[in-house]
């Protein structure tokens, strides 16, 4: 089966760096993605990583290590902004999303 | 681009009627669409698989005689809850993706606003 694993909830301040996390155990991978979730609205894309390494997006880049089953969503200079519930979902041999719970970022001024 | 409009955003029903939500995208086909739900501080959740011209996927536990699925062409899909009850009152969001090729272009879900439905 598949299982996904990241933290619950992170405190950062604003401006600084966070990493948040997520594991995964998968039969099948076609690529793993993260989303962002404000509260009250629809999750929003991110980025996607397929093969190994670090893709870069402006302020936000995103890690993938297959090997390990891990990935890490980076977010440098923070903003008030980036308060919001963060996703990794994993796709599956069968092009499924496998949803993490989210991780609640909260930015700190 | 990769933009998904979801209608309406909100509505308030009496119990036992019937709500239909509709997905489009606008700006591209979408082979496949997703609906989800999720109830406040839960994860998505997710109900059916729906793809072009065929019947939709439910997911264990998801009744599709109530939850009703149409995906009547590339950039349109519609869910319609029928007899609507107080515990249906959730947030219904919409996904479509272009297909798979294990690209980030194709294989993306992207997102409808969602739409809250309260059942009175």
């Known amino acids: 089966g598949q299982n996904i694993d990241q933290p619950t909830e992170m405190t950062a301040t604003e401006g600084a760096i966070v990493q948040i996390n997520c594991t995964y155990q998968?039969?099948?991978?076609?690529?793993l993605f993260w989303y962002q979730q404000h509260a009250g609205e629809a999750p929003t894309f991110l980025s996607y990583n397929v093969l190994d390494g670090l893709e870069e997006k402006g302020r936000f880049s995103s890690f993938l290590s297959r090997s390990k089953g891990y990935s890490y969503l980076l977010l440098k200079e923070l903003q008030m902004k980036d308060s919001a519930s963060y996703l990794c979902?994993?796709?599956?041999?069968?092009?499924?999303?496998?949803w993490g719970a989210g991780t609640k970022l909260i930015i700190k001024p | 681009g990769a933009v998904v409009s979801q209608h309406p955003s909100w509505v308030i029903c009496k119990s036992g009627t019937s709500v239909k939500i509709e997905c489009r995208s606008l700006d591209f086909q979408a082979t496949t669409m997703f609906w989800y739900r999720q109830f406040p501080k839960q994860s998505l959740m997710l109900m059916a698989t729906s793809n072009e011209g065929s019947k939709a996927t439910y997911e264990q536990g998801v009744e599709k005689d109530k939850f009703l699925i149409n995906h009547a062409s590339l950039t349109l899909s519609t869910l319609t809850v029928t007899s609507a009850h107080p515990e249906d009152s959730s947030f219904y969001i919409c996904s479509a993706r272009i297909g798979t090729s294990g690209r980030e272009h194709t294989d993306t879900q992207y997102f409808g606003p969602g739409t809250r439905l309260t059942v009175l």
């Open positions: 998968t039969s099948g991978f076609n690529g």
């Open positions: 979902a994993l796709m599956d041999s069968n092009y499924q999303l496998i």
